[in-house]
């Protein structure tokens, strides 16, 4: 997608302007090799991805928080867990809403946050609002957003794009 349909698809979707004003003179394929905020990325494939492959890719970015998570606290672990089962049609919204309901009523640490905002995307129309949330201190946000766009890009190495792209 060249830089000036990007831009058109974006404005569309009104899309965050930091994002816009960084985009600059970058396509599609640019945009995801080099984009290091792993809220964006999830936005772009909200986009133009079903609903439960972007809940997997937020499980994926959510268990990077899993270690800061106390040993025996495992409200987080089973929310991941149930919002795949969730995807696999192996568990209701209901549950997925208890077991969050359960992790947020254990947290303790930004680790608990990003958990907690990752599984909001199967509910939230911009996931990048719940993920920017979570971090704790700026360099563990800084190392933990590489991973999660590694993550990210390791689910879709190319940048997934509309149909009709």
């Not at 060249?2 to 945009?31: V, Y």
């Not at 998570?69 to 149930?82: H, M, S, W």
């Not at 795949?84 to 640490?109: C, L, Q």
């Amino acid at each position: 997608m060249t830089n000036a349909e990007l831009r058109h698809f974006l404005a569309e979707r009104d899309a965050c302007k930091a994002g816009i004003d960084w985009l600059g003179d970058r396509d599609s394929a640019r945009m995801w090799a080099e984009c290091e905020r792993p809220a964006w990325l999830l936005w772009w494939a909200g986009q133009v991805v079903s609903r439960q492959e972007l809940v997997l890719a937020a499980c994926d970015c959510a268990e990077t928080a899993l270690r800061f998570v106390p040993e025996g606290e495992d409200q987080p672990r089973l929310a991941i867990e149930t919002t795949r089962r969730w995807v696999r049609g192996e568990a209701t919204v209901k549950e997925v809403d208890a077991a969050r309901a359960a992790a947020i009523a254990t947290y303790r640490t930004a680790g608990y946050a990003a958990s907690y905002a990752a599984l909001t995307a199967y509910a939230t129309p911009a996931p990048f609002a719940a993920l920017a949330a979570g971090a704790a201190a700026e360099e563990v946000a800084r190392a933990a957003d590489a991973a999660m766009c590694r993550l990210i890009r390791d689910r879709w190495p190319e940048c997934p794009l509309p149909e009709e792209a």
